[in-house]
């Protein structure tokens, strides 16, 4: 190598620490001090929103200038208030964040004309886990698999005939031909679960794996619920029941199925409203991972019985999205029909 050419890559090299420090120093400079509003779409109590002030605390040591993550709740609509919110009229300044229902993600796709913004302008930041939901029955309800519930119909509980556990129920009995009747009256999923103990309804659609085990371990120890399937972008061989995609093998009712639970690979999804600056979006994408892998984060989850174990970076969520994005035409308007099924009840 020449002494010429030796002295341009020292040169390059030289230039490019001076550049990577001057941005660190930046970016110490834009947060040292301030404050970063992190707004989370329900109410506080839940599992966003404990999730959500989880990484508040533990955040700022990874972050530049350690600023402070303040959580602020704007729960409406489903996590619709807030989705908009944070497209349509957040600060573009790198100093507010959110955490949006999983559910609601996909929405524009599903045809909800409330959700006005288009998940792939958001930037993604990062997820500390994703989610895996189950179609459950009671333990005396006289089913144990799929080909048992054709043979009757499956009365399952709901708090909406648009809520989650009503849309899985009609997606599932689209492509498992089984028959359901949906009771929509119920104001949470824990009355839904209490009228499913006395016997008013059979079963589920849409609990969380990770929700069962953290609040109703029991249920599962004493086998007081059966799962019938399980769907989600993560295969768990904890669950007791066959994987939904693994039992579709039809390519247009695979795609179908993928794009209905498309929100929970989402998990708990964290985003910045579109506009921020890159640089200040990649800081706070790289300062995620550390603080997913981080001892003390995880013990907490644990604690809290919360599912922490399967992370996804700002940049797989962002290449997630847009592939959904690209699902065929004719599983898009399968799912937009399933959907509109709730908005007109």
């Known amino acids: 190598m020449s002494q010429t050419r030796f002295g341009r890559i020292l040169c390059a090299s030289a230039f490019a620490s001076i550049f990577a420090l001057n941005s660190a120093l930046a970016a110490e400079n834009d947060y040292k001090g301030k404050q970063i509003n992190f707004v989370v779409a329900s109410a506080a109590g839940g599992g966003y929103d404990i999730i959500a002030r989880m990484i508040g605390r533990h955040w700022p040591r990874y972050l530049p200038g350690e600023p402070t993550v303040v959580v602020q709740n704007m729960p409406g609509a489903g996590g619709i208030r807030a989705a908009n919110w944070l497209y349509n009229v957040a600060p573009k300044d790198g100093l507010t964040i959110g ?27 990062g997820t500390p886990s994703q989610e895996t ?17 054709r043979s009757r119909e499956l009365i399952m509980g709901a708090s909406g005939a648009g809520s989650t556990p009503a849309f899985f129920a009609r997606v599932l009995s689209s492509l498992f031909d089984f028959k359901v009747k949906i009771i929509p009256g119920y104001k949470s999923q824990t009355d839904s679960f209490h009228a499913m103990e006395q016997g008013e309804n059979d079963g589920n659609a849409s609990p969380f794996w990770s929700s069962l085990k953290a609040n109703y371990p029991h249920w599962l120890n004493d086998k007081k619920v059966k799962p019938l399937v399980y769907y989600g ?52 994408r790289k300062t995620l991972p550390p603080l997913f ?22 940049k797989e969520m962002t290449q ?26």
């Open 233 to 284: 972008g993560v295969k768990n061989p904890e669950i007791p029941a066959p994987y939904a995609l693994d039992l579709l093998k039809d390519p247009e009712r695979r795609a179908v199925m993928e794009l209905a639970q498309a929100g929970l690979t989402m998990g708990r999804p964290i985003l910045a409203p579109p506009g921020v600056d890159e640089a200040k979006v990649e800081m706070m």
């Open 133 to 149: 939901g189950l179609l459950i029955v009671w333990h005396t309800v006289p089913v144990n698999n799929l080909d048992e519930a």
């Open 293 to 314: 892998a981080d001892r003390d984060f995880l013990s907490e989850c644990q604690k809290q019985g919360l599912d922490c174990s399967s992370p996804l970076s700002g």
């Open 320 to 345: 997630f999205v847009d592939r959904i994005y690209e699902t065929p035409k004719s599983a898009r308007d399968k799912i937009a029909e399933i959907y509109m099924l709730g908005q007109s009840k």
């Open 99 to 125: 955490m949006i229902n999983n559910t609601i993600v996909f929405d524009p796709i599903y045809g909800n004309k409330q959700a006005q913004f288009d998940s792939r302008k958001f930037h993604w930041l």
